[in-house]
C-alpha cells in the first residue's frame, strides 16, 4: 500500500537533497574553522553536520516506510571560505531560515493533499527547526557577548557529541 503522493514524494526527495545539502555547508564552516584553530567551533559545526544527515535519513526512512521511492539529487559545491567567524554565524542562521520555509512548504502541501502520514511526520521538522534556528541565533548573541573575541569564544563554545 501507498501513503505517499507521488508529489509529496518528489518535494521530499528535493528535500533529501537539501538535509544532506545542509551537512556539506556546515563540513565547510567546520573545515574554516579547524584551519584558523577554532577547534570548538569546528566541533561544534561537524557535529551540526552530522545532524544533518540524520535528517536527510528522516525523510529517506519516510518515504519508504509509506511506499515511496528515494531519489537522490545532485549537491552543489559549498563554500569552504568565509571571512570571520561573524560571516559563519550569519550564513547559518540564514540557512536555517531557509530550512525552515522549505519544510514549511512541504508541511503546507501535505495539508493541501491532506496527507496526514506526512504532516505528522512533518510535525517533528517543524519543532526541530524552531530548536535550529534558536541554536544559530544564540551563537550570534554569545559571539557579540564576547565582543566578536573569536579566541575567548571559542573556548566558550562546546557541544557535546550527539
Given amino acids: 500500500m501507498v501513503l505517499i503522493s507521488k508529489e509529496i514524494n518528489e518535494i521530499m526527495n528535493a528535500q533529501i537533497m537539501k538535509e544532506l545539502g545542509s551537512a556539506y555547508i556546515y563540513l565547510g564552516i567546520s573545515t ?51 571571512e570571520s567567524v561573524e560571516d559563519c554565524i550569519k550564513a547559518t542562521i540564514e540557512h536555517e531560515e531557509y530550512i525552515t520555509g522549505e519544510i514549511k512548504k512541504i508541511l503546507e502541501k501535505a495539508m493541501e493533499l491532506k496527507e496526514y502520514e506526512a504532516i505528522e511526520m512533518l510535525q517533528w521538522f517543524i519543532k526541530e527547526q524552531i530548536e535550529e534556528e534558536a541554536q544559530s541565533n544564540e551563537l550570534m548573541t554569545t559571539y557579540i557577548l564576547f565582543r566578536k573575541n573569536d579566541a575567548l569564544w571559542d573556548q566558550h563554545l562546546h557541544r557535546d557529541e550527539e
Fill in 32 to 82: 574554516w574553522a579547524e584551519e584558523k584553530s577554532l577547534h570548538n567551533m569546528a566541533k561544534w559545526f561537524n557535529a551540526q553536520a552530522k545532524e544533518e544527515y540524520t535528517h536527510a535519513e528522516r525523510f529517506v526512512n519516510y518515504i519508504i516506510e509509506t511506499g515511496g521511492h528515494v531519489e537522490y539529487q545532485t549537491i552543489d559545491g559549498v563554500k569552504t571560505d568565509f
